[in-house]
């Protein structure tokens, strides 16, 4: 693989973190690295790959040599840092959803649909971190045996909330004990010893803004605009890893063991499921892992042709910063860094809508 110089945009932030070890981990290509953050942290140093990087601040600057930028700071950065890097020839991968909808961003989890890189026009978005879990599952027995319909149930971390809901939670705790929690300030409710059936703002149909992402960036995913999802998302005192229990209906009737055998094949995807010997995923043993984790695999018997299965992630690697490394990895191997031209903007944007 070449070898590129890259810009980690929100590098203080709990995802920019993790990409940092990530990047190490998987040795990824990386020739310069530049991070970047908010005022704030202007001149804070970072250890990475052995050797002290100062953090810089964010603007059209830091993309100067730059050929990928990693963005994970607020959506107003997202909007401004991937036009600039349009207009600087980088490639933008971005974790907001300022770019997910886009008929010309190509949103990406590279198990399922890899080969959208190819036609992005110098941004790629990076799904929510609730729907990459759901579309590793759903789209290995979506081959299979089409899936007509998709019901989930959220169990969410915060620190898909960002960095300040994790100190919030551990300071409510410590609080509650202490003769009372203090008042929420990164979450809309107090979230320690409490579950909130809320995350983002509502919309006029009821459903959150987290909850729509959900339904329309699986279908964007997974190239089925008719298919019908439903999602409650749910924010839980847990750190890290968002769990979901998943109900699919399936064209024809799917056996849990056949579901079994195809999810153990499936790349990215490990099961778990002996629950008689006290096995299924749970978010305490995922955190600081890679692969999506499904178990609980049962017939719905609410529907002849349903299954219900229980899938856990790392929201901040497969969910944020993982998927985002194997997105640059899959534009790397499939050597597409500059943009495809309008005819595969034209083309891919055919295919969303067949
Ligand atoms: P900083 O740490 O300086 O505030 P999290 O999701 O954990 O809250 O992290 C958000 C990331 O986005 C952090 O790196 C944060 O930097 C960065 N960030 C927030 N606001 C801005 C901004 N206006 N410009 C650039 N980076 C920002």
């Not at 998709?150 to 969410?156: D, N």
């Not at 439903?230 to 024809?252: D, I, W």
């Amino acid at each position: 693989m070449r070898e590129v110089n890259i810009a980690v945009i929100g590098a203080t932030g709990a995802v920019g973190m993790e990409f940092l070890r990530i990047l190490e981990e998987r040795q990824f290509p990386a020739d310069h690295i530049r991070l970047t953050a908010s005022q704030r942290s202007v001149g804070k140093r970072i250890p990475v790959r052995g050797q002290e990087l100062v953090v810089q601040a964010t603007g059209p600057e830091s993309l100067e040599g730059v050929d990928i930028a990693f963005i994970s700071a607020t959506s107003r950065v997202s909007l401004e840092m991937g036009a600039a890097a349009v207009e600087a020839g980088a490639l933008a991968i971005d974790d907001s959803s300022a770019f997910r909808m886009r008929p010309d961003v190509p949103l990406v989890v590279p198990e399922v649909n890899g080969e959208d890189v190819e036609w992005h026009q110098g941004i790629i978005a990076i799904p929510n971190c609730a729907t990459t879990p759901l579309v590793m599952a759903a789209q290995p027995l979506h081959r299979h045996n089409p899936v007509s319909r998709i019901v989930a149930s959220t169990y969410q971390s915060v620190s898909g909330a960002g960095g300040a809901a994790m100190t919030e939670l551990r300071e409510q705790t410590r609080g509650a004990f202490q003769g009372g929690a203090p008042p929420p300030q990164a979450q809309p409710h107090q979230i320690a010893f409490n579950v909130i059936p809320r995350i983002d703002d509502f919309g006029p149909d009821g459903y959150t803004k987290e909850e729509t992402k959900v339904r329309e960036e699986t279908r964007k995913i997974m190239h089925s605009p008719g298919l019908a999802v439903a999602a409650t998302c749910v924010r839980v005192p847990v750190y890290v890893s968002h769990s979901a229990a998943v109900h699919m209906e399936f064209q024809h009737p799917m056996d849990a063991d056949e579901a079994r055998g195809i999810l153990a094949e499936a790349p990215g995807i490990t099961v778990v499921d002996a629950p008689e010997e006290g096995l299924y995923p749970m978010p305490v043993d995922v955190g600081g892992t890679d692969d999506v984790y499904v178990g609980r695999i049962r017939k719905d018997t609410s529907h002849p042709n349903g299954l219900v299965m229980w899938v856990v992630a790392d929201n901040l690697r497969k969910g944020a910063a993982l998927n985002a490394i194997q997105i640059a990895e899959e534009v790397l191997k499939r050597d597409c860094l500059k943009p495809g031209g309008k005819a595969a903007v034209a083309a891919a944007s055919q295919s969303l809508n067949d």
